[in-house]
């Protein structure tokens, strides 16, 4: 009996791959050959979509369109938020078979273990958010804040490193709002460094009102990497409390200081929206100088998009697409220089990584150097010791 076949193609966050990584777990358990990639010409493909903004809409689209054009033509099997948003869309779509809504996506892997692609795991902890910031979709997609229990965090955790995988990524669609019981995000990661084994921990996004005190404790820790992403997504208050943001400028920037005074080398990293309704040039020339003052080590820059349901569809779109390009550009330009920066920081120094594909290997504090010089033998997964020259990393711990 021929063994089926199937591809998985994700668009979007890392809370999507982790569920792809879920799906695919389940997959395999069930005898499926999950393939790398669709020219392969699987049986079925799986295509999990974003909602987040237009462009990732589109994405969605492209992907869908790519993989029914295949010769032949593999079942084809739509999931993610695009999907729980136009379902009816979706469906109608030339070629598409199946088109799940987030309930069946969830139904689908709930008790699924990750099955992990890459040299670094996705470990899906928390889903949903009951925030309206004015710009996101995503919480009327995902729902609630939903978080698993602790005990099969813990055992997931384990099952990822016993199968040799030394960074497991926490993640979620609102980090910082796990809660079980009295156990929060502070709570699980400490549970988390007290398991045996050789590993590291990084935290996905967090909101900065999220980010505890007993939280700034555990991430001291040496097993949590000395990176954190922390949404920002404007430097003027106003927009900030136009988009529904439960912070202010001041109080993101004393976060910052004392995230630094409990991990010195940590790379910071911030989401920043351009041309929200509202954002004039003052209010723009107010994020550019809140940006080069505050101690960031790059930025994501996404233009406004609007979404319709969302408190600030209604606002419309003023800001001229013409301008959103200018302004995204400037902050890119100030992103680069910033990691410019901060990679120079760190010349002639030596950090923990982990290896990657094509002698590529990530710092605990997330600078991606090639490894020319790598040993015969080292595997993707693997934790070294590298000295860090700019872009490149000399393998220091040589065995």
């Known amino acids: 009996m021929k063994q089926i076949a199937a591809v998985i193609k994700t668009v979007g966050c890392r809370l999507n791959q982790a569920e792809s990584d879920c799906l695919r777990g389940l997959l395999s358990a069930r005898g499926v050959n999950v393939l790398d990639d669709y020219r392969y010409v699987p049986d079925v493909c799986y ?68 099955l992990p692609m890459r040299s670094r795991a996705l470990l899906k902890v928390q889903d949903g958010c009951d925030r309206r910031c004015g710009y996101c979709i995503v919480p009327q997609l995902r729902g609630g804040p939903v978080s698993m229990p602790v005990a099969r965090v813990l055992n997931e955790f384990a099952r990822l490193v016993s199968s040799g995988f030394a960074e497991i990524v926490l993640t979620g669609l609102n ?48 097993k949590v990497c000395a990176h954190f992403h922390i949404p920002l997504q404007s430097g003027d208050d106003y927009l900030l409390n136009r988009m529904g943001r439960v912070y202010n400028t001041a109080q993101y920037a004393r976060l910052l200081e004392r995230i630094i005074t409990c991990k010195p080398d940590a790379c910071i990293g911030a989401d920043v929206i351009v041309g929200f309704p509202g954002e004039d040039e003052v209010s723009f020339s107010r994020t550019q100088a809140y940006l080069n003052a505050v101690p960031l080590s790059y930025l994501h820059i996404f233009p406004y998009s609007p979404r319709p349901g969302t408190p600030a569809f209604q606002l419309g779109d003023p800001v001229p697409k013409l301008v959103k390009t200018v302004r995204v550009a400037l902050l890119r330009r100030l992103s680069q220089e910033k990691k410019n920066a901060y990679t120079f920081r ?21 600078l991606r150097v090639k490894c020319s010089d790598l040993p015969i033998g080292y595997q993707a997964g693997r934790l070294i010791r590298v000295l860090i020259d700019g872009p490149q990393g000399k393998v220091v711990d040589k065995q």
């Open 175 to 222: 980090l910082g709002r796990y809660q079980v019981g009295d156990v929060d995000l502070a709570d699980l990661v400490g549970k988390l460094l007290k398991l045996p084994g050789k590993f590291r921990i990084r935290l996905s996004s967090i909101e900065p009102d999220l980010f505890t005190e007993q939280l700034l404790e555990v991430i001291s820790d040496h």
């Open 47 to 114: 295509v999990n979509t974003c909602a987040v903004t237009q462009s990732a809409e589109r994405s969605s689209r492209a992907l869908i369109r790519a993989v029914c054009r295949l010769n032949p033509k593999p079942k084809v099997v739509v999931l993610g938020c695009w999907a729980e948003k136009e379902p009816a869309r979706a469906m109608a779509m030339c070629g598409v078979d199946e088109v799940w809504d987030n309930a069946e996506k969830l139904r689908c892997i709930e008790n699924s273990s990750p």
């Open 346 to 366: 760190f010349c002639g120094k030596v950090r923990e990584a982990v290896l990657e594909p094509n002698r590529q290997a990530l710092t605990d504090n997330y």
